[in-house]
């Protein structure tokens, strides 16, 4: 069985079939009937352990377009709540004859051990698990700034020859990591940019370079800026001053976003913190790709979906998709 657990182990051709197929997808969303009969039949169950309304819309609204049946199981107020382990969860949904399970769990490496433990045959797909990545993100976002960046010549190509500059809460951030690791899969530059006590200490490990000052990063003229989240739901000890001081050192305003290259694009996972990492002015500006983002990451998962449930496999290949 087929899964999608990362982008670190991810390899090129994949992800690029990945975003090619995904292309496919979007064009079908300009029709006027947008459902397409490719899953009908097939049961895809969303199991999540943390809250996302976000992923959690994207990946049903993405079931449900290619006509698979979808199951929402919140952890909050099931057996999960009462000491159910995952193990017996997956039974049950193994019981119930799940072909796909989107998990989203605040456990790093939950999905990996759903999808390798032998307690479920469907395929698993990470919608996010703790600290570690948050694959679909990542793939929705190379997807944006290939389709900006590239425009009718995006279809089958890479992203070699862009610059990309993430900002922020790297230490915390799993769409941060997934986006490294894939970007820089698909040939583009990335520069991190974060205050030192939101670095990771492994960070010399990864193929990035890494800068504290944001002027002096976005003076380099990149051609895509993402900012993260600052996830204060995660950080208890004082990860910087003030937030009034972060938004002034690393928070993306009018000033900063009107220095961009023309032709750059801004980028943000979601939700925003507006005022802390990004300034109204900038989220709104005609550079901003978040509402691209999230109609994209619909297309971006009904492929990746087709692709673990209907699409053509090797069978002498094991791993990810």
Not at 92 to 106: C, F, K, Q
């Amino acid at each position: 069985m087929r899964h999608l657990l990362d982008t670190r182990t991810l390899d090129r051709a994949t992800a690029l079939r990945i975003l090619d197929v995904a292309e496919d997808m979007s064009d079908t969303q300009s029709r006027e009937v947008k459902k397409l009969p490719t899953l009908r039949g097939k049961t895809v169950v969303n199991l999540f352990f943390e809250d996302s309304t976000r992923t959690r819309i994207s990946f049903e609204a993405a079931a449900k377009r290619l006509s698979a049946d979808v199951i929402n199981f919140a952890a909050k107020g099931s057996s999960v709540s009462k000491g159910e382990s995952l193990k017996d969860t997956a039974q049950t949904l193994e019981a119930i004859g799940a072909d796909a399970v989107v998990i989203r769990h605040p456990g790093s490496g939950a999905p990996q051990t759903l999808a390798t433990s032998g307690w479920i045959s469907a395929g698993v797909v990470n919608a996010g698990d703790g600290t570690h990545e948050h694959p679909t993100q990542a793939l929705l976002d190379a997807f944006t700034i290939r389709k900006r960046l590239r425009g009718a010549e995006s279809r089958g190509s890479d992203l070699a020859g862009f610059r990309v500059v993430i900002v922020g809460d790297v230490l915390h951030s799993r769409v941060a990591r997934s986006n490294v690791w894939l970007l820089t899969l698909l040939g583009a530059e990335v520069t991190l940019v974060a205050p030192p006590t939101l670095v990771p200490q492994n960070v010399s490990q990864w193929p990035v370079r890494v800068v504290y000052d944001l002027d002096e990063a976005l003076a380099s003229g990149p051609d895509a800026v993402m900012m993260l989240r600052i996830q204060l739901e995660r950080m208890n000890a004082a990860y910087f001053p003030t937030e009034r001081e972060y938004s002034r050192r690393w928070g993306l305003d009018a000033r900063r976003t009107a220095t961009l290259p023309t032709g750059s694009i801004v980028l943000h996972p979601g939700p925003m913190n507006r005022g802390l990492e990004i300034s109204s002015e900038a989220a709104d500006s005609p550079r901003s790709t978040v509402l691209e983002q999230v109609a994209n990451g619909v297309s971006v998962r009904m492929a990746v979906l087709y692709l673990l449930l209907a699409g053509e496999r090797d069978d002498e290949r094991g791993g990810d998709l």
